[in-house]
């Protein structure tokens, strides 16, 4: 595939950034001493094999991928950013998924599924009103956790790398040059982030529970739960659709709120974090495409390397 047509994203960690293609990914941390370390390979599995491709299920099947490498991301830099050596245990990690997942799924979906039906019971609305008091708690938790957090110093300094990920990318769809000035002029907001793609669910979810109309507790919960997969791939394929009409003056308009949020997700990064950003960046465009080839930086940069 010509790198010109290539789709780049990437992921905010602790003291660091990951980014990837569809092949590939690298992560840089700044460790204590200040320097920055990497690590790096290709992205192989059955998770990119044709079912990546099936629209609909891809959504579902990109959602697992990324969790999955967003979580070896977390631990490899929050290891390198104590100074400590990064050890990896495969069913310990996929156990932490699990629960990260059953905790957002819980604060998200389970939460505002009970408040809509309370208001339902107590108030006397109907079902109808009772799915968009849901809809309107689950917007109003997404947006006051991720607010409330923003407040923490170590998730203030990830929502700064989380800017300077999307100033980096933004500069290489530019065709800029690729350090800390160039790129530190271009917007920190992105509309493929996938503060975007929380959005779009919470917005589908409440269209789509709506129709359901009014139902029992045990049911109204079991619809949340069954349905999620088919929300996860409507919203990656809408945002496949934006994605590739961001010219288009119509859909400028439909991305507004998500670059209005990105507001809350991501701060203006230091020169460092920029130099992160962009030794990830460089460090995973190495090995796209090309199977095995390690990554060695020059040594001067202060920059180590591990294939």
Known sequence: MNDKVKVYGGQAVIEGVMMRSREAMAVAV????????????RLTGPLRGRIANIPFLRGVVGLIDAFGIGYRSLMYSGAVAAGEDAEYDEPVAWGMIGLSVALGIGMFFILPALIGQGAENW???????????EGIARLIVVLVYIWLIGFMPDVRRIYGYHGAEHKTIHAFEANAELTPLSVARFPREH?????AFLLVVVVMSVLIFAALG??????????????????????YEYLRITAKNVDNSIVRLLVLPSLALQRLTTREPDEKMLAVAITAFEAMRKIDGAEGQAVSLDSETGVTGKG
């Open 30 to 41: 700044r460790d204590p001493a200040g320097e920055i370390q990497i690590i790096s390979h």
């Open 123 to 133: 108030m006397g609305i109907s079902g109808g009103m009772g799915n968009i008091v």
């Open 191 to 195: 509309p493929r982030c996938g503060t």
């Open 214 to 235: 009014p139902l029992p507790l045990l049911m109204r919960l079991a619809t949340r739960l069954i349905l999620l997969p088919v929300l996860a791939g409507l919203a």
